[in-house]
T-cell receptor, first 115, second 114 residues
Framework: DGGITQSPKYLFRKEGQNVTLSCEQN?????MYWYRQDPGQGLRLIYY???????QKGDIAEGYSVSREKKESFPLTVTSAQKNPTAFYLC??????????????FGPGTRLTVL | AQKVTQAQTEISVVEKEDVTLDCVYE???????LFWYKQPPSGELVFLIR??????QNEISGRYSWNFQKSTSSFNFTITASQVVDSAVYFC???????????FGKGMKLTVNP
């Protein structure tokens, strides 16, 4: 099956700890994204990557870090510097072609709770 | 700056009613794209439609239809004869031409009661 997988589905973290959320896709998409969703809010972009070994900050990158060593993988690390990390995190991917602005496909999400 | 407004936060209807979800966008771009996504209780966003700024034709897909009007900067979504399975949060989103970044509205929670 082609798609995007995120793990774990639920994650609990103690304050002051870093934690890494996994995102893998087998759609052969070039671009990958991380969003954060808070209750009653839309999705806000944390980081995105259009090509391996390159990524850009989104609107709320502070306290987060990413890497893109492989086309299929785009892990997100929530660091202890992130002041309010409890949220639902969604990973997405899309094709990149000359027409641009292709639809993004989303994973099932990871719900992070800081205890 | 781009902005997407979904003024309705929550709507509740009875099965078989028609319901329209409003979306108003702000942009200075001449080339842009608009999207609708559905987020069922499972949490995963499901892509519904993409429309570019040069195509104002309305679109119908089964019970779903979309009305794009540049004159009012709106891209409204209508569900005809709603069903319980339509219960979800619906998001409207915008991207500038040539940019992969999506700007989302805050979403509208639709509850369809049997």
């Amino acid at each position: 099956d082609g798609g995007i997988t995120q793990s774990p589905k639920y994650l609990f973290r103690k304050e002051g700890q870093n934690v890494t959320l996994s995102c893998e896709q087998n759609l052969n998409h070039d671009a990958m994204y991380w969003y954060r969703q808070d209750p009653g809010q839309g999705l806000r972009l944390i980081y995105y990557s259009q090509i391996v070994n390159d990524f850009q900050k989104g609107d709320i990158a502070e306290g987060y870090s990413v890497s893109r060593e492989k086309k299929e993988s785009f892990p997100l690390t929530v660091t202890s510097a992130q002041k309010n990390p409890t949220a639902f995190y969604l990973c997405a991917s899309s094709m990149m072609d000359r027409t641009g602005n292709n639809e993004q496909f989303f994973g099932p999400g990871t719900r992070l709770t800081v205890l | 700056a781009q902005k997407v407004t979904q003024a309705q936060t929550e709507i509740s209807v009875v099965e078989k009613e028609d319901v329209t979800l409003d979306c108003v966008y702000e942009t200075r771009d001449t080339t842009y794209y608009l999207f609708w996504y559905k987020q069922p209780p499972s949490g995963e966003l499901v892509f519904l439609i993409r429309r570019n700024s040069f195509d104002e034709q309305n679109e119908i897909s089964g019970r779903y239809s979309w009305n794009f009007q540049k004159s009012t900067s709106s891209f409204n979504f209508t569900i005809t004869a709603s069903q319980v399975v339509d219960s979800a949060v619906y998001f409207c989103a915008h991207s500038q031409g040539g940019s992969e970044k999506l700007v989302f509205g805050k979403g509208m929670k639709l509850t369809v009661n049997p």
